[in-house]
């Protein structure tokens, strides 16, 4: 495990031509301090996490002082904000020091979040504050240990200097990992611009530093950038169809904040579904719903049309087209997979939809907890004369349950296995703990009010494994108590 001046830093996107990125000079924070680090994510990067103890760690991680081997910069790109075009986005308040190479060979990106004004910050600050950093350092850590594909986050600098939101607040530094930083958004801004070389160059890096069984002989290298599409847009419809079976609302599913690897990026207001209401809207900002929870898979395909015609130079419009119908088959097929394993079905298919759609009904008429109500389906007991109260109790309709119960019943007459087994199954992929909007405010008012940062901490542990039962901690399943009705979470960050 290396020391803070020994990461090996392998800079690739800094090799790319000036146009893709500009070099920085970074704003200082002033008395900066740790907040939280996150062991998990020092393993990627070979860091010794005996590093997180060193007077001098939070300076480094707010960019005052450079590692070597790092060059920072920030990142250009483009992007449709609410179905609207932006000529010209980029990282206004983000650093990608470098790429850090471990002993595995992945390369990984070291960005830091909030780490001051950069020549993309139009007219804002640059900043991040402690409040937003937090919620995305948790919920980062929340969806990899749900199995989901994102971002990372390896620490939290805070500091006092003010920032200016609603209210009065104090700016943070989240450092984030990912094997790539690069967005539909990055291609979109070459082809407003009318840079197709630019856009070729960007695609071939791409394929190269990731998708390079794309292009390994010369038949499919002919095709690559049609295959390279095709990654994506599988890539994305099975991320969503994760979103969709563990109940995450992103919030802002703008082009410029989907990853061109496919991962959980870019986490603004997101939200986990309570209440069971297909309609939810997480973010306080989107009134019209634009980015509602039951949007998401068409958003998925609706970007990815936006990537397509950012890669129009380089794929024939019809080739393109067939791309995309790939999306909605992929999709349903896994969504299907993924809600058939929530209720302990082995090869969920098409004839499992109704039962799958009758149950989120009731779900939603009896205003269930989304993530609590599968978990104790687990518990469901399928002898022909079992009554299952505690589970039919939580319904309004108890007739209606006791018919799906009956078709439920029958269904798994075709499951191999006991009861037991398919709990053990079920209880693998419906997680017990998620990060609710209290959890994470309560873990924010602490870090606020008396720089109490062991909460955030204990959550962090709770959500590396939200399939165990980790006793103790049952309080932390609870559905949502009255107060948190009044949490609004908003584009503000
Ligand atoms: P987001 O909504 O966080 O995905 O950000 C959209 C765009 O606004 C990106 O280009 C961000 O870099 C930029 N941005 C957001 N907040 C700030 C800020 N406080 N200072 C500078 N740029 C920002
Ligand atoms: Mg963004």
New binding site residues.
Partial sequence: MHKLEQLNFENTFARLPDSFHSRLNHTPLPAPYLVSFNANAARLIDLDIEEFSRADFAEHFTGNRLLPGAEPLSML?A?H?FGHFVPQ??????ILLGEIKNRAGELWDVQLK?AG??P???S?????VLRSSIREYLCSEAMHGLGIPTSRALCIVGSDEE?YREAIETAAVLTRLAPSHVRFGSFEVFFYRGQHEQIAALADYVIARHFPHLADDPEKAKDKYRLFLDEVTQRTAKLMAQWQAVGFSHG?M?T??MSILGLTF?Y?PFGFMESYDPGYICNHSDPRGRYAFDQQPQVGLWNLTCLAQALSPLIPIAAAHAVLDGYAPTYYQHHVKLMGAKLGLSSATQDDIQLIVSLLEMMHASQLDYTNLFRSMGNFNSAADATNDLLRDQFIDRAAFDAWAEAYRARLQREPGTDSERKTRMDAVNPKYILRNYLAQIAIEKAEKHRDFSEIDRLLNLLSKPFDEQPGMESYAASPPEWARQISVS?S?
Wanted: charged fraction near 25%; aromatic fraction near 6%.
């Fill in positions: 790109y992007g904000q986005l980029g990282d206004g308040r983000a909030g004004i950069t993309y910050s139009r804002a600050d640059g900043r991040a920032v802002v703008n410029d904040n870019d603004g584009c960050s």
